[in-house]
Each structure stands twice: as C-alpha cells, then as structure tokens.
C-alpha cells in the first residue's frame, strides 16, 4: 500500500503525524544515491548498539542525520513559498486536519483491519473496548 501523502507532496502521513517527504527537484540518480546512504547510517546504528559502541553510534547518526538534511527531510524546508514546516506535527493540528477528516477513511485504519480479517480476527477486536460493551 502506498503511502498517504498531502495534497502538495510535502509531508508522509505515518500514525496521524507528518513527516516531510525528500525535496522532490533532487535529481533521481542523486536521490537515490542519499537514500543509499541513510540506509547504510541506520544500518551502522544497529550494528552499533548491538555492539555498545558508543562513538561508532555517535557517527553512524550523525551520517543519519547528514542524509535525511541532504534529502531535504530535515533543515530547511525546500519549498519556496514560505509556508511553515509542521513535521511531526498531529495532521489534526495543522492546516490539513480538514482534508484529511474528509478522507473516507484513514489508510491505516483500512490496512490495520484488512490485516486483521486477513488473520481471521474479527473487526470487534479493532473497536475500543468500551465500544463492545452493551
């Protein structure tokens, strides 16, 4: 399932919350070669907490931190028009809470039960509990 996007394509919407998407005008080769890259730094941070080496960590997240700035998803906001950065933001608390109320219903919601039925389990167990009292 893709991910949901705003309208404009600047955030990732991941458990109600935004995250800035990569600055869309990078070349592809380019692109490609920093996700590369962050994919190397977290891997480098796994390996250095399993191993408990605290200055290896250090710099494997600094070089975390080096690519999401280069890929735009952290730092200053790449686009252009002034409007402010609400990463990590609730998306009800930012100008998309309309929009994204009016969506049917919420991605997450729909694969969290489409997994579910996939699993057998019935949709009472997705409501909350008080919702399954009579």
């Known amino acids: 399932m893709p991910q949901l ?3 404009d394509g600047r955030y990732l919407i991941v458990r109600d919350r935004l995250w800035r998407t990569s600055n869309p005008s990078l070349p ?3 692109r490609q070669r920093l996700v590369d890259a962050l994919m190397d730094a977290r891997r480098a941070v796994k390996h250095a907490k399993r191993s408990n080496e605290a200055e290896a960590l250090a710099d494997a997240r600094r ?3 080096a690519a999401k700035h280069a890929l735009g998803e952290r730092g200053p906001v790449w686009w252009t028009d002034g409007a402010q950065d609400y990463t990590r933001s609730l998306v009800k608390n930012s100008p998309y809470a309309e929009w ?3 969506r049917d219903a919420s991605p997450r919601a729909s694969s969290r039960c489409a997994r579910c039925f996939k699993l057998g389990i019935t949709a ?3 409501l909350p ?3 399954t009292r009579r």
Request: glycine share 0%; charged share 40%; net charge negative.
């Open 5 to 7: 996007t705003t309208p």
């Open 28 to 30: 592809e080769a380019e």
């Open 129 to 131: 509990r008080a919702a």
């Open 63 to 65: 070089d975390v931190d």
């Open 124 to 126: 009472l167990r997705l």
């Open 100 to 102: 994204y109320a009016e």
